[in-house]
């Protein structure tokens, strides 16, 4: 199983992205959903989760602006980023059952 991830891109602060990761199989199956995301220079950090019962879990600097959804018909798991800021400027990359790993997109928010 594979996971491509897409959507990221250049936006301006306030404004809006929505990543995609779709699995090459199903992404039921894969357990734990979740986007990570690296700066430059900084170590990756999860920015949000989905447990196997569906639970979210947001980093709390993305709290209220980031939503993590799954269309399981089309293996798909997607971040709704809102409101965005310079700070969340990085890779974003998806993963599933800890261990298996998407490619990563460049998210670059400016002023």
């Known amino acids: 199983v594979q996971l491509q991830a897409s959507g990221g891109g250049l936006v301006k602060t306030g404004g809006s992205l929505r990543l995609s990761c779709t699995a090459s199989?199903?992404?039921?199956?894969?357990?734990?959903l979740g986007w990570y995301r690296q700066a430059p220079g900084k170590e990756r950090e999860v920015v949000a989760r989905?447990?196997?019962?569906?639970?979210?879990f947001y980093d709390d600097s993305v709290k209220g602006r980031f939503t993590i959804s799954t269309d399981s018909a089309k293996n798909t798991v997607y971040l709704q980023m809102n409101e965005l800021k310079l700070e969340d400027t990085a890779v974003y990359y998806c993963?599933?059952?800890?261990?298996?790993w998407g490619q990563g997109t460049q998210v670059t928010v400016s002023s």
């Open positions: 993963n599933a059952g800890g261990w298996l």
């Open positions: 199989g199903s992404i039921v199956s894969l357990g734990a």
């Open positions: 989905l447990n196997r019962g569906g639970n979210a």
